[in-house]
């Protein structure tokens, strides 16, 4: 019996329970990193079918998922997969959006479902639970994400500044003018006003705003 045959038989005995779970049930072929199947939830909730995903190829994951959370989900799963353990499973939380749609939370959970005969994983299974967007606790989740969202994108930002950069944006952040960070350094006027050209410069701030909102995420305030 082929691994494809032994996989159809063991959707078929979990089928029906799948398609009765309050989550979306997916099963990853990790030969061609192509869906193998996806329970009736998983459909509705991508507006699409495992023929469309295939189609796709690797575009699938780009255009159903917020690639920005990948980055810290992905190696994650790359663990899993190396360490190979059957009772251990991976959370985390995604943003998805179906075909025409919008981003929406949703936490999902993954565990190696198929081994291939040298006992090596070859399919895995994700079940995905949607977040109510009008739970406190969603409200909470879509905060904290956001802002570890933020993190990521600028991270590369924020390891630009240089110490004294560091010192000032601190300042500017609690709205203090030119004058008095100069006052405050002992420095110059002329020389706090470059610095703050050139923070504002490679942080992309265009306002206040801009600057308290980076500087609040990186802790500097």
């Given at each position: ?198 923070i504002k410069r490679k942080i992309a ?17």
């Open positions: 019996m082929t691994l494809e045959q032994q996989l159809q038989q063991k959707i078929a005995l979990c089928e029906a329970a799948f398609n009765v779970f309050p989550g979306a049930v997916i099963i990853h072929d990790l030969r061609t990193q192509h869906v193998a199947y996806m329970s009736e939830m998983a459909a509705e909730g991508l507006n699409t079918t495992v023929d469309e995903l295939q189609e796709m190829g690797m575009e699938y994951h780009h255009k159903f998922f917020n690639p920005d959370e990948a980055m810290e989900y992905v190696p994650k799963i790359l663990g899993l997969l190396e360490r190979n353990n059957s009772n251990e499973f991976v959370s985390f939380f995604q943003q998805v959006r179906p075909l025409g749609g919008a981003y929406s939370w949703w936490l999902s959970s993954i565990r190696i479902f198929m081994r291939d005969e040298q006992g090596l994983p070859v399919f895995t299974i994700t079940v995905s639970i949607p977040i109510d967007p009008k739970h406190n606790f969603a409200i909470k989740v879509e905060r904290l994400l956001q802002e570890n969202n933020f993190l990521h994108k600028h991270k590369e930002q924020f390891a630009s500044l240089t110490k004294r950069e560091l010192e000032i944006i601190k300042l500017m952040a609690t709205d203090n003018a030119a004058t008095a960070i100069a006052a405050q350094l002992h420095l110059s006027e002329d020389t706090v006003k470059t610095h703050r050209r050139n701030a265009k306002n206040q705003y801009d600057v308290v909102k980076f500087a609040q995420a990186f802790d500097l305030v």
